[in-house]
T-cell receptor, first 115, second 116 residues
Framework: NAGVMQNPRHLVRRRGQEARLRCSPM?????VYWYRQLPEEGLKFMVY????????ESGMPKERFSAEFPKEGPSILRIQQVVRGDSAAYFC?????????????FGPGTRLTVL | GENVEQHPSTLSVQEGDSAVIKCTYS??????FPWYKQELGKGPQLIID?????GEKKDQRIAVTLNKTAKHFSLHITETQPEDSAVYFC???????????????FGQGTILTVHP
């Protein structure tokens, strides 16, 4: 059973460009959480999605950031007009059930560098 | 919202010694406390977790204790080995209820170094 997959693993963007981060959950998991890890800090919650629904986006900046989890395909975290402060590692985690009933399994992360 | 404090930020031990990392949390509604190990360039890996209805849980060389009254929990690693060297994160969440939807609030992390 493949684990959580994220791609790309490393992404370099110039200021003002768009970044698209993809997350494929574990097989059978329909709940995805996105977290951001700034250098030398802990992970911070961004958004929680179920298939086709955003359940909780309280940790996501109101502007430039958006997330989706379509019926088919991976979950996408999209950052428009990136700035240097967006440089971080972005992790997604998947879970078979929502509400925290099951542990979250993390992917390897996407390390975004904004030049 | 929940706030999790973790100490120490760095911990250096000799191989074979024990290591203890402590966390405190603020939200009394939190009832699930996982610990994650993160190696360089990798995602966090769950190593042990505890629910609020138990005070202690052990898995081989790793144990976690929880004091719900004082709102703190600790990770204990015995007989440390060089491969235990990594960053360790504690986290808290409200499992199965409320509007937190199980999202994890993480501590700041502890860099553990085990010297051979």
């Amino acid at each position: 059973n493949a684990g959580v997959m994220q791609n790309p693993r490393h992404l370099v963007r110039r200021r003002g460009q768009e970044a698209r981060l993809r997350c494929s959950p574990m097989k059978g998991h329909s709940h995805v959480y996105w977290y951001r890890q700034l250098p030398e800090e802990g992970l911070k919650f961004m958004v929680y999605l179920q298939k086709e629904n955003i359940i909780d986006e309280s940790g996501m900046p109101k502007e430039r950031f958006s997330a989706e989890f379509p019926k088919e395909g991976p979950s996408i975290l999209r950052i428009q007009q990136v700035v240097r402060g967006d440089s971080a590692a972005y992790f997604c985690a998947s879970s078979p059930l929502g509400g925290g009933y099951n542990e979250q399994f993390f992917g390897p992360g996407t390390r975004l560098t904004v030049l | 919202g929940e706030n999790v404090e973790q100490h120490p930020s760095t911990l250096s031990v000799q191989e074979g010694d024990s290591a203890v990392i402590k966390c405190t949390y603020s939200d009394s509604a939190s009832n699930y406390f996982p610990w994650y190990k993160q190696e360089l360039g990798k995602g966090p890996q769950l190593i042990i977790d505890i629910r609020s209805n138990v005070g202690e849980k052990k898995d081989q060389r790793i144990a976690v204790t929880l004091n719900k009254t004082a709102k703190h929990f600790s990770l204990h690693i015995t007989e440390t080995q060089p491969e235990d060297s990594a960053v360790y994160f504690c986290a808290a969440s409200e499992r199965g209820g409320g509007t937190s939807y199980g999202k994890l609030t993480f501590g700041q992390g502890t860099i553990l170094t085990v010297h051979p």
